[in-house]
């Protein structure tokens, strides 16, 4: 394993890298600058081979050791979300109404980081491919590298990555085997009717009456037909409908958004969702649509990657502050996509407690630069442990 200094002696500059990108953040399919820049970074490196534009603004850098045919890759994401950014950094957003909210600025920097430790040392068999996908926030970018061939061109036993994780103690790391997080379906919903004057509401329909009856009857999905230990959260997150306040509108719209871990609960949702929709529709004599979107499915960490995994945490931070036994998280993550297709494991780094508006998505949120010589000493030592050199050929 590579000793303390590099990475000590690195970590400035990946910091540097982090405000950089923190400062100039592009969307989802949009971050053209960003994988310019991390493409450029791989190659001053002396990386093996960089490809670009995989699955859009994909990059995949290819960092081969000393022998072997045994390859694993590390991923990062590359975009930002659509939020005003209200931190007051020096290195605040430059684009007004997107925010790297989330980390992924400080997920890139790090992998970069990561990349040139190996690079220099090379202290590993086999290949190493440095994965920095496009579009994570709901795009389902890293579907869109697996199409493009991502894993047909570059074969890994294993895919790893990692996400900072406000509210979990500073300087731990938590990996389980099986779920992590949680598969993602979302729906929207109308209901059409007959508008009427507000004093005169019986020569008309009422969808807005019927939405708020469809509001209460839809968690009869989560209370009444699923076993109560089961995981599965629908939550309604808008509804709109009019635009004067005398006039009862025609049409009232829903939109909403299901969790679980058990696939085969995408199904049971969209039947039942409908079916409670319908007949609400029909009780209120109106029509409805629903359209039901299948998401992100569930990530599910694979055993022998987390064991790996955990190793590398242990020897990183030590067992005392390496988490196994935990719930895994609601939340979605299209990391999901790569799991299912190749194994792997996913890994939330410890960034410490967090006020209002501070946490993941907040307009207040600060990626903890803390966390920095953790990650780079996790990435290295997984690589070197996995992927154990076996001396001079």
């Not at 020096?90 to 920097?109: E, F, I, L, N, Q």
């Amino acid at each position: 394993m590579l000793h303390n200094d590099p990475i000590a002696a690195l970590t400035p500059q990946v910091l540097e890298w982090r405000h950089h990108i923190h400062a100039n953040p592009e969307l989802g399919f949009s971050e053209h600058e960003t994988a310019r820049f991390v493409a450029e970074k791989l190659k001053a490196f002396g990386l093996d081979e960089v490809h670009e534009g995989i699955g859009g603004t994909g990059v995949v850098g290819v960092l081969k050791g000393r022998a072997g045919g045994r390859a694993i890759g590390l991923r990062a994401e590359l975009d930002a979300l659509p939020v005003l950014e209200k931190t007051g950094l020096p290195y605040a957003s430059k684009k007004a109404g997107v925010m790297h909210a989330c980390g992924h600025d400080g997920h890139t920097a790090m992998l970069l980081g990561a990349a040139k430790l190996l690079a220099d040392a090379r202290a590993f068999d086999g290949t190493v491919y440095f994965i920095f996908q496009p579009a994570e926030e709901n795009e389902g970018g890293s579907m869109r590298m697996i199409e493009d061939g991502l894993f047909s061109r570059f074969p890994v036993e294993a895919v790893y990555a990692v996400h900072n994780w406000p509210g979990l103690p500073l300087g731990t790391i938590a990996a389980r085997a099986g779920p992590m997080m949680a598969a993602v379906d979302n729906f929207e919903l109308s209901f059409e009717g007959t508008g009427a004057h507000a004093a005169m509401p019986q020569l008309g329909d009422d969808p807005i009456l019927a939405a708020g009856a469809f509001v209460q009857a839809v968690q009869r999905v989560v209370s009444r037909s699923v076993d109560p230990q089961t995981a599965l959260v629908v939550s309604i997150t808008q509804i709109h409908g009019g635009n004067v306040g005398n006039i009862v509108p025609g049409k009232v719209w829903v939109q909403a958004t299901c969790r679980f871990f058990e696939p085969a609960l995408s199904d049971h949702c969209e039947k039942l969702i409908g079916d409670i929709a319908n007949g609400i529709a029909s009780a209120h004599g109106l029509t409805c649509k629903l359209a039901y979107k299948k998401g992100y499915p569930p990530l599910v960490n694979t055993q022998a990657a987390t064991g790996q995994a955990v190793q590398a945490a242990t020897a990183v931070v030590g067992r005392e502050q390496v988490e196994t036994a935990f719930n895994p998280s609601l939340g979605c993550e299209d990391f999901a996509y790569m799991t299912r297709e190749a194994g792997g494991c996913y890994a939330w780094i410890g960034a410490g407690a967090v006020g209002p508006g501070e946490g993941l998505h907040g307009d207040r949120y600060v990626f903890n630069d803390a966390i920095v010589p953790t990650v780079l000493r996790y990435f290295v030592t997984l690589v070197e442990q996995t992927l154990a050199a076996k001396g001079p050929v």
